[in-house]
C-alpha cells in the first residue's frame, strides 16, 4: 500500500476533488427523502384537515429556520438543519441542479476546496438577512419560516460567474454561451420565485449573491475564507483520529517509507507563484477558460491540487 493510499484510508478527505459537491447534493436529498416519508406517514394515519398541522408541528417546523427569535433560542440547532431541509420536489430538484452545474464549474475554475465554504457563507448570511428583515414591523406579524438550499446555490453560482464571467458553456451553439447569461436567467428565475413569500425571502438569497462575489474578490486579493473552516476541521476530526495518537510516535509515513531519523522524507517546495495564478484567474475573467494555453490550464490545475493537500 503507498503512502497516499494509507493516508487516504485512515482521514476521509474534506476537499478531495468531487467529495464536497456531491456530499452537499447527497445530503440535501437524503433529508428530502427522510421528510418526505415522515409525511407520508402522517397522511396515512391522520386525516387531511389534521395532518399537515401535525406534520408540521411535529417534524419540519424542527429543521427549518424560524422567524421569531424566541423559538430561535430553544431551537439553535436549525440554523445547520435548514438550508438542508426541503420538502418540496421541485424546490430540491432546482436548487440540486444549478447546484451541480454552478458548483461543477466553480471546481473546475478555483478547485474543491471553495465549494462548501462559499456554499455555508452563503447560507448563513442568507439566514442572518432572513432574521433581520422578519423583524421588521411589517413582516413581525407573519409566521414566516425559511428552508432549503437556495442562498448557498446563489452563493455558488455568483462565485463561479465572478471567477469567470466569460467561460462558455455549450460550445455547439454559436461556439458557446457565457456563463454569466446562465447565471443572469437562473437569478431572475430563483428571485421570481422567492418574491411571491415576501422581502425576507429575496433579502436571503441577495445575501447569498453578495457573498459569492464578495468571497471571490477576496480569493484575489490574496485572502482565502476557507481557511479557518479547514483548520477547524481538521482539528475536530484530528480529536477522533487513532493514528494521531501522541503516545505512539509513529506516523504513516514510518510505517510505509524507511526510517527517517527524524527528518522529512522530502520538502515540499512550490514552484508556482501565487501572481502567475493571479495572472491566469484575470486572463479567464477577461476571455473565458478555453483562451488559456494548455501550460496555462496545467500550472492552474496544479495550483488548486497543491491547496488541498
Known sequence: MSYQQAEYKNKIRFGED????????????????VLVFLKIVYQLTYDKELYETLYRSNILDKFVLPADLKTLLIRPWVIVTHFISQDNVWMLVGDMLFLWAFGYLLQELTGNRHIIPVFLYGCFVGALLFLVAAQMPQFSHIDY???GAGAGVVAIAVAATVT??????FPMIGGGIPVWILTLIFVVIDFAGVAGYGLPYVLAHAGGAVVGFFYIKQLRAGTDLS???YNTYNWFTGLFNPSKKKSSGKTKRKEVFYNTKGQPVYTRKPNISQQRVDEILDKI???GYESLTQDEKDILKKAAENETL
Do not use: E, H, T
Not at 467529495?19 to 440535501?28: C, Q, T
Open 164 to 169: 469567470a464571467p466569460q467561460f462558455r458553456i
Open 145 to 147: 419560516s425559511y428552508k
Open 285 to 287: 475573467s477577461q476571455k
Open 18 to 33: 468531487g467529495d464536497s459537491l456531491m456530499m452537499l447534493i447527497i445530503i440535501n436529498v437524503l433529508v428530502f427523502i
Open 227 to 229: 481557511i479557518w473552516m
